[in-house]
Structures are given as structure tokens and as C-alpha cells.
């Protein structure tokens, strides 16, 4: 046995510290004590031990060693380790009486090794400054003469590694676990050290799986393993260390190993630690622990890396690698669960692996719906190939969710991401039915924030399906809410905005932020919304009318240079019937590069555009120049915009019926017979009447729905008249207060006239 640990664990030394404190007690009360609290009283009551101070100051000297071994800073390590060597030396009196604490030589040990190392990489010596490469030289010529002193105790170390018990101490499944109880004491407490926690464990483990204790107390250590590893930060928003995630995965990974080569391990979070049966017996191993839970941290944890990692740098490439271990560790436990989890259970990590599927978008499951070929480079693409495709995974997975789940939350977000892969795909018609069905836009305002960003991020794929699809008017509905904002950004968990990331609440948004890979092209979300228009007459977008209105007070307009001015631009030209304008400037070399090419089906895409950009011409060519025209051949616009007669015939018909052309068709002639009915002034007053009653209807419905009480009045603002609204529930509570325009007034039979407002 080693003698390395023969002196006691760091939670034995805390105890003896501990006990060398000295608190002795007043003999009387005094007038002073009585004004002290009795933590106060305490705090100026304890006397260190000569001991603590200079034991404390020698891990302070080693936690600043080791945190400049990891930026690599040498000057700073031969700083503090001439310190460390001066402070070792003034602690020579309680050395010689408690011997080298074991702290000291696994730093005297492991800074010889890292010294080494970078040595031995001179790539990295090359990148150095002068400053630090003089000082490696010297630090590594100085820890080699004074690891001299130390040689058998660095030798112990090293060579055996680190046994927990002294000489003689045998070994069984009751000794293990009360060394394992002592080391998680110290877990928490301030100056422990993390690292040299995790790495107790290791050994621990080490030492179980050599003397043959059994699975049983294996799985007990692997589990307080991984859950140091996530213990390793305190601060719950801060990331783990590439270090650490690779020891994480390495050990749920053998944990999994473990359970699935022996099914006699029963596991369980509502297993107490009284009954637990560790020792090697005809009776199953039965151990406190839930390995769903540790997953689902480690998921957490790696979407934390890489919401904390540049997006543009190669290191975020690298981190995303680990997707697939992440993915394969689910899977696997999905399996595990199937055969030994609960109905609750199952649901949790089903939608752990609906979430790593629903935003990837499988190119050859669509190309096989299209009935295209697919092709295959290797023989492991073949065999993905004729794997099981993502849509089949996500409908297997969704719908045992919907049968089974008993939370709403998990139903609604399993929901949701079914309906953003069904959009993703092209399958239109399912997401929105689905979406219908859900009535999900009733009581979202209520859920969490990752769940409003999920539907968010939902409704904008939908959009988007629907442009793809043509349906243009469907896709600015969808989009219509999150573009009209102002605040897609942040509305879609990309981004926050300046004035929120400054407020002291902006820390639950952040870390519902969506890691870069997952984000939706904003650029193309834009050009999309701008393209889509509404058929009724009234204004779809301020912010695009804006811009028309900037365009045309212009005297001198240079060729367009960003997406929005291409597509003012376009639309300039289709206002004037210009299809082929219009075109050049929607479908060029630049907006491909931006926006057309990332679509997964381009060259549709365009196809499509072109086509309603020549309908839509159409339209607005009629709108501009009909007052000029006694009649038109439909064969002559046919030939104008390129389109079929019967299109032509159509889009006219339907001009017609709805009112938008006074026109009538002379159907043996082909001809478009204008009427040159110009409406008075009165009728366009009867018009906008008409709108805004329109629009009192809505609303009133709306509040009708909500089944609230409305009582207001008129107050002057400005040169407007404006209609004050309080909104209260039927018990007369306060619940919402604002203005509205006059033409965004309540039915009229709640207003009463106010002459000096209220």
C-alpha cells in the first residue's frame, strides 16, 4: 500500500483544523456582548492555529500556480512558485512535525509534468514571448533540483497513485463507502479543490474495480463522479471546461456500459440510501441514483458551451462535433429507459431527441419523397441512407408523447417541434392542421421563455413553408406578428436587444438564447416578409411603406445594395406593371447568394416567384393605367406579362368580382372593356367608413371573447382625438390601460361622450 494518503483524507485535515480552533467563553456577560449578535460574537471569538494560517496560505499560492498553468502564463508561475518556496519554507517547523502535506506534493508533481510537456511542444515554445520562454527555462531547471528533496514522495505519487487507506486496512464495500462519504464532504465548502475531489474519486474507483467489490459500489462512485464534474463550476450560467466535458462523457458513457452488461443493477432516485445493496450477494445491486437526470444536465451543459463559444471561430466547429456523442448517449439511454423507466421518464428523454431532430433538415428523406435518387459516397452513407428516416423518428417519438405525457409542458413543446420539422420538410398541410389543432396561440403568452422561443421559432418556419409553397398571403400572416415587432432578434432567442441586455432580469433570456447553429437566417425572414403582401387594401407593413416613401422623395437613386433596397426597388418597378424590372431585381447573382440559394428547393423557389411576380405585375398594371385604356385584348397581356391566356382570364375575373376593376370581359373578342367609373369623394368616404367599421367589428369581437368589461371616454392629443380604454375583469379589477387612435376605437355603444376627457 501506498503511504501517499496514509496521513487522512482533505476532509480528516478539515476536521483536524477544525478542532484546533479555539473559542473560549466570556466568563461573565458584559454590556459589550449584549449589543453583538451571536455571530458577531463568534466571528470575533475565533483564534486560527499556526497550522491553518500557513496551510491556507500555501493553497492559496498553489490555486494562483495552477490557474496561470492554464493560460500558459510562465512568468507568472516562476512568480508564484519562488513565493510558494519561501512560504514552504517559514512552515518548516509545523512540516517537520505533521510531515509534507500531500496538497504540496501533487503540485511539486504535476507542475514537473506540465513543464515537461510544454517543453516538449515547440510549436507552442516558438508562439511564446521572450518574457515567458526565459521563464519556463528558468522555472524548469529550478522545480527539477527541488523535486530532488521530495523524490520518494513524488515517486509514490506518481507511480502508484493515490490509495486512500493506510497500511493494513482492508479493503471491503463498507470502507470503500465511508471514504467515499468523507470525500463529499468537503464537497461545497469553500477551499475545496475541485479538481483534486474529481481526481480522489477516480482513485476511489480505481481501487473498488481492483479488489473486486462489485458493480454495485461502482456505480455509486461513477455517479458522484459525474455529478462533481458538474459541481466543478458553482455558477450555474457558467460553462464547462473542455476537460471537464470530455471526462463527463467518458464517464456516463462507462456508466451506461455498466448498467446495460448487468441488468441485476436497479436503480432510482426514490431508492434511500439505508436500503441500498452494494455488497456482492444473490441479491440484485440496488443503488440511489437517476441517470436520466445526469443526461439531461449534460444536454443543458453542452448547449451552454456552445451558447458561450464564438460562432465564427474553428473552436465552435469542433464543439458541435460532439453532437453525435451527446445524440448516441441519448440514444442509448432511450433504450435503457424503454426496458426500465417509467411512462414519465420515457417522455423526458423522447423529447431530448425530438429536440437534437426537429431543426436538422434530412436532405435525403426528401429526396426519396420526391422520388429522387439518392446518392451515396461511401458505406456509411449507404447504411444512414436506409436508416430510419428523421420524419418517421419524429412521428413515432411525438405521438407517444401525445398519448402518454401528463405534463402540459413536454405535450407543448413536443408539439411544437413536430410542426417546425413538417415545415422544415415541406409538408404544409400537416403543420398547419396541426397547428390548428394544438390551439397553442390561445395560452402561449403563459408558458416559460424557451417555450415562447420555440413557438416563435415555429410560426417563422411556417411562414416560410407557406412562401415556398406559394401561399403567399398564409406566409404573411405567420410572419406578420414576429416582423412587426421590431424585435425578431430577440423574439426568436438570437440575440438580445441593447436595452434589454442591460436590465438585471435579461439573465433568464440569456440563457434561453438558441446556439448559433439553430438560428434562422434573419436576412431571409426579412426578404421573405417584404415579398409576401396581403391582398385587402389596407397597410401590411409601416416600416416598408416607410422605406417606399424615402425611395421616392429621392432625386437621385444609385443601383440597389442591400436585400430591403432590391426589393423597394422591385417593388417600384411592379407598381408601374414592369414585371421584367421587377424580376432583375428580385432574382439577381447578389439575392441568390443572400437569400434564394438557402433554400433547400432554389431553383421551385424562384420558379415560384417569377410566376407570381408576373401575376401580380399584372394587377398593378391594370390599377395604374386602366383609366387610360378603353378596352385591352387579354391576348396582348398575355403576351406582355408572358402568361396564359386562361391566367390572364382569371386574374381579371377575379378583379372584377371583387371590385378592384371596373371592367367587364367581352368573351368572343377576348377582350377587357374598361367602364372609366371613377368613385366621387363620397364613395371613397363610404369606402374608409366602411374599413374602419370593419375594423371596430374586430376588435369588439376580440373584447367580447375575453368577456371583459370597456368603459372610456375622448380626451384631446394633440390635433388628434383619441379614445381613452381601461379594460377591467367582471369583478371590476384593474387589468390593462391604454389609447387608442380613433379608428382603433371599441364598438361604439360603450362610449360616452366626455367633453373635457376623463
Not at 185 to 204: F, M, N, P, S, V
Request: glycine share 4%; with cysteine.
Amino acid at each position: 500500500m501506498s503511504r501517499f494518503f496514509a496521513t487522512g483524507s482533505d476532509s480528516e485535515s478539515e476536521e483536524s483544523s477544525s478542532a484546533d480552533e479555539i473559542t473560549p467563553k466570556a466568563p461573565g456577560t458584559t454590556y459589550k456582548s449584549l449589543l453583538l449578535s451571536d455571530d458577531e460574537e463568534d466571528t470575533k471569538r475565533v483564534v486560527r492555529s499556526a497550522k491553518d494560517k500557513r496551510f491556507e496560505e500555501l493553497t492559496n499560492l498553489i490555486k494562483t500556480i495552477r490557474n496561470a498553468m492554464k493560460i500558459r502564463d510562465m512568468a507568472k508561475c516562476l512568480e508564484e512558485f519562488e513565493q510558494l518556496c519561501r512560504a514552504f519554507l517559514k512552515s518548516k517547523t509545523i512540516v517537520d512535525k505533521e510531515g509534507v502535506p500531500s496538497f504540496y506534493i501533487r503540485l511539486l508533481a504535476d507542475l514537473e509534468d506540465y513543464l515537461n510537456q510544454v517543453w516538449e511542444d515547440k510549436e507552442g515554445k516558438k508562439k511564446m514571448n521572450k518574457h515567458n520562454a526565459k521563464a519556463l527555462s528558468t522555472l524548469r531547471q529550478k522545480i527539477r533540483k527541488y523535486n530532488r528533496d521530495y523524490e520518494t514522495e513524488i515517486t509514490s505519487y506518481k507511480e502508484e497513485k493515490p490509495k486512500m487507506f493506510a497500511k493494513g486496512t482492508e479493503i471491503n464495500v463498507p470502507v470503500v463507502v465511508k471514504k467515499l462519504n468523507e470525500i463529499l464532504q468537503a464537497r461545497g465548502k469553500k477551499g475545496t479543490d475541485r479538481a483534486a475531489q474529481i481526481e480522489l474519486l477516480h482513485a476511489l474507483a480505481n481501487i473498488a474495480g481492483e479488489n473486486n467489490l462489485g458493480q454495485g459500489v461502482l456505480v455509486k462512485i461513477k455517479f458522484n463522479i459525474i455529478a462533481s464534474l458538474y459541481d466543478y463550476n458553482p455558477n450555474l450560467a457558467a460553462f464547462m471546461k473542455p476537460e471537464m466535458w470530455k471526462k463527463c462523457l467518458e464517464c456516463i458513457d462507462e456508466l451506461l456500459d455498466i448498467l446495460f452488461e448487468h441488468n441485476d443493477i436497479f436503480i432510482g432516485e426514490n431508492i434511500a440510501e439505508d436500503s441500498e445493496s452494494l455488497i456482492i450477494s444473490d441479491q440484485p445491486f440496488r443503488v440511489r441514483g437517476c441517470i436520466l437526470t445526469l443526461v439531461e444536465r449534460m444536454d443543458e451543459e453542452f448547449t451552454k458551451i456552445m451558447q458561450n463559444t464564438d460562432p465564427h471561430s474553428q473552436e465552435y466547429v469542433d464543439n458541435l462535433k460532439d453532437e453525435g456523442h451527446v445524440c448516441g448517449i441519448i440514444d442509448r439511454l432511450l433504450d435503457y429507459m424503454e426496458t426500465k423507466g417509467s411512462t414519465e421518464e420515457i417522455c423526458r428523454v423522447y423529447l431530448r431527441r425530438i429536440m437534437h431532430t426537429y431543426y436538422k433538415f434530412d436532405y435525403k428523406a426528401h429526396r426519396r419523397s420526391l422520388g429522387l435518387p439518392v446518392e451515396s459516397k461511401s458505406e456509411q452513407d449507404q447504411e444512414e441512407s436506409e436508416g430510419e428516416d428523421s420524419a418517421v423518428i419524429m412521428d413515432r417519438l411525438c405521438k407517444f408523447i401525445y398519448a402518454k405525457d401528463r405534463t402540459d409542458r413536454i405535450r407543448t413543446c413536443a408539439i411544437l417541434c413536430h410542426i417546425y420539422h413538417h415545415a422544415l420538410h415541406s409538408r404544409w398541410y400537416q403543420a398547419r392542421d396541426l397547428m390548428l389543432m394544438s390551439h397553442l396561440q390561445d395560452n402561449i403568452q403563459h408558458a416559460d421563455p424557451p417555450v415562447q422561443i420555440l413557438y416563435n421559432r415555429t410560426m417563422v418556419q411556417l411562414g416560410i413553408c407557406a412562401f415556398r409553397q406559394g401561399m403567399i398571403k398564409d406566409a404573411h400572416n405567420a410572419l406578420l406578428d414576429i416582423q412587426s415587432s421590431g424585435r425578431a432578434k430577440e423574439l426568436l432567442g438570437q440575440g438580445l436587444l441593447m436595452r434589454n441586455m442591460q436590465e438585471r432580469n435579461a439573465e433568464p433570456l440569456r440563457i434561453s438564447l438558441v446556439p448559433f447553429h439553430m438560428h434562422i437566417n434573419l436576412e431571409l425572414l426579412e426578404c421573405v416578409y417584404l415579398v409576401s403582401f396581403d391582398a385587402r387594401r389596407r397597410m401590411i407593413s409601416k416600416q416598408f411603406h416607410h422605406q417606399l416613401r424615402v425611395g421616392e422623395r429621392q432625386p437621385l437613386l444609385g443601383p440597389p445594395e442591400s436585400m430591403r433596397e432590391h426589393v423597394v426597388a422591385a417593388s417600384k418597378a411592379m407598381k408601374m406593371g414592369d414585371w421584367r424590372t421587377c424580376h432583375s431585381f428580385i432574382i439577381n447573382e447578389k439575392m441568390n447568394s443572400k437569400v434564394w440559394d438557402l433554400f433547400p428547393e432554389t431553383q421551385r423557389v424562384r420558379e415560384m416567384l417569377v410566376r407570381k411576380i408576373q401575376e401580380e405585375s399584372l394587377r398593378t398594371y391594370l390599377f395604374t393605367y386602366s383609366s387610360v385604356y378603353d378596352s385591352i385584348s387579354m391576348g396582348t397581356l398575355s403576351e406582355m406579362f408572358e402568361l396564359e391566356i386562361p391566367t390572364v382570364h382569371s386574374i381579371i375575373s377575379k378583379m372584377i368580382i371583387n371590385e378592384e376593376l371596373m371592367a367587364s370581359l367581352d368573351q368572343p373578342t377576348q377582350t377587357v372593356v374598361m367602364h372609366r367609373t371613377e368613385p366621387t369623394s363620397l364613395q371613397n368616404m363610404a369606402l374608409q367608413l366602411a374599413e374602419k367599421l370593419g375594423s371596430l367589428v374586430e376588435n369588439n369581437e376580440r373584447v367580447f371573447d375575453l368577456k371583459q368589461g370597456i368603459y372610456g371616454g375622448y380626451f384631446n392629443r394633440g390635433a388628434d382625438n383619441w379614445f381613452y380604454c381601461c379594460i377591467t375583469d367582471q369583478k371590476g379589477g384593474y387589468q390593462q390601460n391604454k389609447s387608442y387612435n380613433r379608428g382603433m376605437l371599441i364598438k361604439p355603444l360603450f362610449i360616452y361622450n366626455c367633453t373635457q376627457g376623463l
